[in-house]
């Protein structure tokens, strides 16, 4: 429509600008909006009332009541006129108006005799459109009508900013989404081509090392090996920070011997300390032998912490202690210190050194090396297991860590059990799935030193092929090979084999949810490259133990919904029933969509799947369709897709068995 046919602001280039950052036009109802409507027409009295937003040439209805049209042309609107001002136009009786008794929806259409309409302003001082009440009898407003007019119209408007900062929110969380599985995805590639050519070099010099050598070779040996490790601590130490930022590293809470733990830790670092310094473990003589928690990320804690004390002191003593403080009839509080006499930390620095890439001075780097993420995973460490980490240090005189962690006690004493050592396996025949020479080399010289026999093949095709000709008691499975990976060798022996032998997964990709991954698919036990060898024989009798279960049972956390139910317990049945009904039917037609290539309905699919995922707590699967969301955003599928759709499938399986046993 061209200018003369209505009035025009003289902002309007800027007014339409702000109206469409909105993105309000052509929107399906929204009851915030109707609620709102419904209001002005209680309030006002009147038949007809609506929210409306002016275009360049129609009035759009977002809600209304008595029109019945959803636009308008805007050069026959009341509302282009109302728009022009700043403040409410109200014409009590349009038969007396010279301006409008004559209009068509005056004399007849609407038969509009009464009308009061206030612009919707944004907060920048646009006006993208109205908030009207309309009558067919003539009226005059009072004071507090025009007041809770204006108060609605505020509202309008507020719901508008608040729908956009959700938008906002929402595609900046989806960006996020996406650079946190960009970065976990970079890091576990780098990872794992780290890791490939790192497990040859360990596996080997720790071969090399139980031959006869002179002291010199020894020295050399002990040089690389000390270096590898140190590389394989730096790597470790990257990808569990970035799991801890994820969200995706959990403390488990097993039984475990508190101070065999303790004394393994002391024996570990034990061969490391310099002959200038003394040092010492205390043990309190009330402290409890077996208590529950998570083991493994203790040991990180205390390696770490005495690693960066034993580093940083060239002479004097370190020192580990454990103290009960605190017993209940269900914990035990203990308190551990790590003290030193090393270099000590500046004052002013003592705030920081916990930050990630942080150490005392620039200096220190380069004198004693690392990367400065040790205390920031210790701290993140310890908060997770809901303590606080804290320190005393004085320059030139030493530093003492110290914390103090609860533990459950434990039901039970642990009981010794005799190990058995290779030769009480057997003449095991094992078939290695390995693509790497290097890998496969060294996987030989272990296997043969077990004194076990081996067949190895290059992929998991190959790796059918053998299983299907001869007979084999386990099958060690890399994970990246090319023609058939791991887990779809894996999967095509536990279905289209029905074979249930043991089968040990091996990798150097540290992909988050991997392991459980591994389980998934039916393998049963797991070693992550570089491996030492007694970690390998560990998994093997694992794996081969009659007590091993291929079907482990997923934990799902129902709190959310408890919390919602509120003690309901027909409600919180409903919402169960809920899932189990109409989730795994998503499931297959997600598959159906990634078969058919189909990445408009694989992104509908995933997007709408995650919200009653998250509602059942269960953060792995939703990572699944999150990585499965951004594939189909950029419009191609890859293996990985394929991956993380039998990922989420099988999990989906476990998860709806689990809920069918509670209803």
């Known amino acids: 429509m061209n200018n003369q046919q209505y009035p025009i ?20 109802p929204d009851h915030a909006f109707n609620d709102a409507t419904k209001l002005v027409s209680y309030i006002c009295g009147v038949p007809i009332a609506h929210i409306s937003f002016i275009d360049e040439s129609r009035q759009w209805f977002k809600s209304e009541i008595g029109i019945g049209v959803s636009e308008v042309p805007r050069e026959i609107t009341f509302c282009q006129y109302t728009i022009m001002d700043s403040k409410m136009v109200e014409i009590s009786d349009t038969f007396l108006n010279d301006q409008f008794k004559d209009d068509p929806n005056v004399t007849g259409g609407f038969k509009i005799r009464f009308y009061a309409g206030i612009p919707l302003t944004t907060p920048d001082g646009y006006n993208i459109g109205t908030i009207c009440a309309i009558d067919h009898v003539s009226k005059e407003l009072n004071e507090n009508q025009r007041n809770a007019l204006s108060i609605v119209a505020k509202h ?65 040996i002990d040089s690389v090996q000390i270096a590898g490790e ?15 930022e994820s969200g995706n590293l959990t403390i488990e809470t097993e039984p475990f ?18 002959k200038d310094i003394e040092f010492n473990l205390f043990l309190d003589a009330d402290m409890p032998e077996m208590v529950v928690g998570d083991q493994g990320r203790l040991n990180q804690v205390l390696v770490n912490l005495v690693g960066n004390a034993l580093k940083f002191t060239e002479d004097g003593e370190v020192t580990v202690s454990v103290k009960m403080v605190e017993e209940t009839d269900n914990h035990y509080a203990l308190r551990f210190s790590v003290k030193d006499t090393g270099i000590g930390i500046p004052e002013n620095k003592l705030k920081t050194i916990f930050e990630r890439f942080t150490q005392a001075e620039e200096s220190t780097t380069r004198r004693f090396g690392g990367t400065g993420l040790g205390l920031s995973i210790v701290k993140q460490l310890i908060e997770l297991q809901n303590a606080e980490i804290q320190v005393k240090s004085k320059e030139g005189r030493g530093s003492e860590f110290f914390f103090v962690l609860t533990y459950e006690k434990a039901a039970y004493t642990e009981t010794k059990t005799e190990t058995l050592s290779g030769e ?9 799935c390995e693509d790497n020479v290097l890998n496969q080399k060294l996987a030989k010289s272990v296997i043969n030193n077990f004194g076990f026999e081996l067949d190895i093949a290059e992929n998991g095709e190959v790796g059918i092929e053998l299983l299907l000709k001869n007979e084999y008691d386990l099958i060690l499975m890399d994970l990246q090979m090319p023609v058939k990976d791991g887990y779809q060798t894996t999967e095509y022996i536990r279905k289209d084999m029905n074979s249930s032998i043991p089968i040990v997964a091996m990798t150097a990709h540290s992909l988050i949810g991997e392991q459980e991954r591994c389980y998934d698919v039916g393998m049963n036990a797991y070693v992550p490259k570089p491996f030492k060898q007694a970690v390998l024989l560990e998994a093997i009798k694992a794996a081969l133990s009659p007590d091993n279960k291929l079907n482990r049972k997923r934990k799902v956390d129902l709190s959310f919904i408890d919390e919602t139910s509120s003690g309901d317990q027909n409600f919180r049945k409903e919402i169960i029933a809920l899932f189990i009904e109409k989730i795994p039917a998503d499931v297959a037609q997600l598959q159906e969509a990634f078969q058919n290539n189909d990445h408009d309905m694989v992104k509908r699919l995933t997007h709408n799947m995650k919200s009653s995922l998250d509602m059942f707590m269960l953060e792995d699967l939703s990572h699944c369709l999150s990585a499965i969301e951004m594939e189909a955003g950029l419009g191609q599928f890859t293996s990985a897709t394929a991956g993380e759709i039998d990922t989420l499938h099988s999990g989906i399986v476990e998860v709806v068995k689990y809920l069918k046993e509670l209803l």
């Open 424 to 432: 009480n396996l057997g003449r095991l025949k094992i078939l290695l």
């Open 257 to 274: 011997n508190l101070k065999k733990t303790l004394k393994h830790v002391y024996n570990l670092l034990k061969v490391k300390v310099p």
């Open 156 to 220: 309008v408007i507020n719901q508008l900013e608040l729908r956009t900062k959700n938008i906002e929110l929402d595609a900046q969380r989806k960006i996020a989404e996406r650079a946190v599985l960009a970065k976990d995805s970079f890091l576990a590639n780098m990872s794992h081509e780290i890791r490939t050519p790192l497990n040859a070099i360990i596996g080997f010099t720790d071969l090399l090392a139980q031959t006869k050598l002179d002291a010199t070779q020894h020295d050399y």
């Open 230 to 244: 140190n590389l394989l601590l730096i790597i470790n130490d990257i990808l569990d920070l970035s799991k801890i």
């Open 9 to 28: 602001p003289h902002n309007e280039l800027e007014r339409l600008a702000a109206l469409k950052r909105y993105n309000i036009l052509d929107t399906l």
